[in-house]
């Protein structure tokens, strides 16, 4: 917490929480005694009403999320969003951010990053998500639960292929873990240890092998053509010896397509 953070919270006349358990533990650390009010990812817009109408009303509110940022893979934008159109400020107070923190301490050269927040749980968008990242020359940033992490690793293998994951636990919190593992052996090295599967995660996987060449065609629009004319495995198939893409990840953009 910065300092800025704690006098914030202390001057504020309202604290809005996606969590009123967890954020309550956070005033008592600091001596606060507001109360917080809960706004949360099922009650968010319905919320963000009575916050617009408490600012209108001159009252300072001050928004917290769980070991997070608002906004980001956390409830806050529906509120801000509702804040904004009401001519109200929106002032953000940054503090830790396991997005920057992950990719500082991941030791990883990239010249871009695309941050992928979770992926979705099951079924065709998780295939469809993991196929485009596949595609993409970048590093890969995603945020993980734990009760996922072990299935997510092996996934992020079949559809990436041979890349090293940095797999960043607990960021600065007591039990913090930060490995670089190659991701054929990440879930495995995750398994290896229970404790290795607890707590919060951020994955940093490296970007694409090699850069992308001219005149490579597009894997989508490979794809099109011989979806067009043939069988989807042998499509498929084809694609992989045309554009040298992942047979997994191909597969997995020509259900999308179909």
Known sequence: MTLRAIETLKRADVIAAEDTRVTATLLRHFGIGARAVAVHAHNERAAAGR???????GRSV???TDAGTPGVSDPGAQLVDAVRRAG?????VPGASALAAALSASGLTFDGVVFGGFLPARGRERA???????TAPWAIVLFEAPHRIARTL???YAALGARDVIIARELTKRFETI???PLAEARAWVEADRDRARGEFVLVIEARPGKPQAGVPDPRAVLAALLAELPLKQAVALAARITGERRNALYAMALDMK
């Open 51 to 57: 916050i617009v109408a408490a600012i209108a009303s």
């Open 62 to 64: 001050a928004f917290v």
């Open 88 to 92: 109200q400020r929106v002032i953000p």
């Open 128 to 134: 469809e998500r993991l196929a485009s990242l596949a």
């Open 154 to 156: 092996a996934d992020l």
């Open 179 to 181: 490995a670089r593992v």
